[in-house]
């Protein structure tokens, strides 16, 4: 025999209340996504840099100074070729400044048996009106250098007997 149910509509007494509230696992996400992440680490991090480090590189191997008896010449420019003079007895002073990267990089050499490169970066102030100051950017053994201009504009000073202002 077939019971009959009622077509009536059963409502709850009590009210809704919540039990839990989630959201899906960032791990999942990472882990569904994994390869097009690790890709997208890659190319960020070793292919996009590449072109602005090439660069840099032909701008520091298209840069040159010489120092002669009577001037620095700066020669620098990849497409626009830039030579600058600064007259050695307008020289004024020379600063060297070797910061922690420089020394970083030193200390990483000698601990691993390697002569240091002494790098650093050397600031030639001049009374010249195109160049009063002239950086000269990641030069190794900068004190020796610094030492090399210092000597120099004071030979050329004296030679040309320039007085000097202290």
């Known amino acids: 025999m077939m019971k009959k149910f009622n077509k009536t509509t059963i409502t709850s007494q009590a009210a809704e209340s919540g039990i839990l509230n989630f959201h899906p696992s960032l791990v999942q996400i990472l882990v569904e996504n994994f390869l097009w992440h690790l890709l997208l680490i890659l190319l960020f991090w070793t292919i996009l840099p590449l072109p602005y480090f090439f660069w840099k590189y032909i701008r520091i191997r298209s ?12 020669k620098s420019g990849v497409f626009w070729k830039e030579v600058n003079f600064i007259e050695l007895y307008r ?3 020379i600063q060297v400044e070797r910061g922690p990267i420089y020394q970083l990089l030193d200390f990483a050499r000698t601990c691993l048996g390697r002569k240091p490169l002494l790098l650093g970066d050397i600031r030639v102030f001049s009374s010249d009106y195109s160049h009063a100051k002239l950086f000269l950017y990641t ?11 210092r000597k120099a504009f004071n030979d050329d000073k004296d030679i040309k007997r320039v007085m000097r202002r202290d």
Do not use: C, F
């Not at 840069?63 to 700066?74: A, D, G, K, S, V």
């Not at 030069?139 to 201009?149: F, M, R, S, T, Y």
């Open 139 to 149: 030069i190794p053994n900068a004190l020796g250098v610094a030492e090399k201009i």
């Open 91 to 93: 020289v004024l002073d």
């Open 63 to 74: 840069t040159n100074y010489i120092l002669t008896t009577q001037r620095l010449i700066t």
